[in-house]
């Protein structure tokens, strides 16, 4: 079992859909979780963290933590084209810059 | 500007020739750490070095080695690079974070394509 699981895409929606990224991770250590976004060709750029269990929203994006279900998600609302990318979902596994990756999930947005 | 740059951006080279991809940070960051991406396979960590003068190995370490003498510089070493090498490489820092403070956001270089023939 990988450490950290996304599902890989793509994932389409039309603009202005709600676009909906889901994580799994493994280790219930883990403390603090991050989405990155990467644009093809680019290296990634964080988007939010969150470390407590519930919902964090910043404008468009919101990321929800649920540890007792090792699972972290990112919603994204009015999906703009421009949000096309691949977005890659992270885990500091004891919070201390022990980073794991999953593969990333490609989201198109279709005018 | 707050950036980690990495060089060179793109380099082709053939098995055997060592090489060097360069990492320097103006942050004043104590962690680093190098990444290789690889298609399905997401980012994979090599090497990081929490301070100056301290190097641990990742992920996947075998093939290369790091340096830590400056703390604003942290550079990769492929001593004979082979093909399986090829990849796209990041360099990343960031803060040392502790207890959920998420201080421990990485910032990423704009990457390095390396080829090995």
């Known amino acids: 079992q990988k450490e950290v699981e996304q599902n890989s895409g793509p994932l389409s929606v039309p603009e202005g859909a709600i676009a909906s990224l889901n994580c799994t991770y493994s280790?219930?250590?883990?403390?603090?979780f991050f989405w990155y976004r990467q644009y093809s060709g680019k290296s990634p750029e964080l988007i939010m963290f969150i470390y407590s269990n519930g919902d964090k929203e910043d404008g468009r994006f919101t990321a929800q933590l649920n540890k007792a279900s090792q699972y972290v998600s990112l919603l994204i609302r009015d999906s703009q084209p421009s949000d096309s990318a691949t977005y890659l979902c992270a885990v500091d596994v004891w919070d201390n810059n022990d980073m794991r990756f999953g593969a990333g999930t490609r989201l198109t947005v279709k005018p | 500007e707050a950036q980690v740059t990495q060089n060179p951006r793109y380099l082709i080279t053939v098995t055997g020739k060592k090489l060097t991809v360069t990492c320097s940070q103006n942050?004043?960051?104590?962690?680093m750490s190098w990444y290789r991406q690889d298609p399905g396979l997401g980012l994979r960590q090599i090497y990081y070095s929490m301070n100056v003068e301290v190097t641990d190995k990742g992920d996947v370490p075998e093939g290369y080695k790091v340096s830590r003498k400056e703390k604003r510089n942290f550079p990769l070493i492929l001593e004979s690079p082979s093909p399986n090498q090829t990849s796209l490489y990041f360099c990343a820092s960031s803060t040392q974070g502790t207890g959920g403070s998420g201080a421990n956001v990485l910032t990423f270089g704009a990457g390095s394509r390396l080829t090995v023939l």
């Open positions: 942050m004043n960051h104590e962690y």
């Open positions: 280790d219930r250590g883990s403390q603090s």
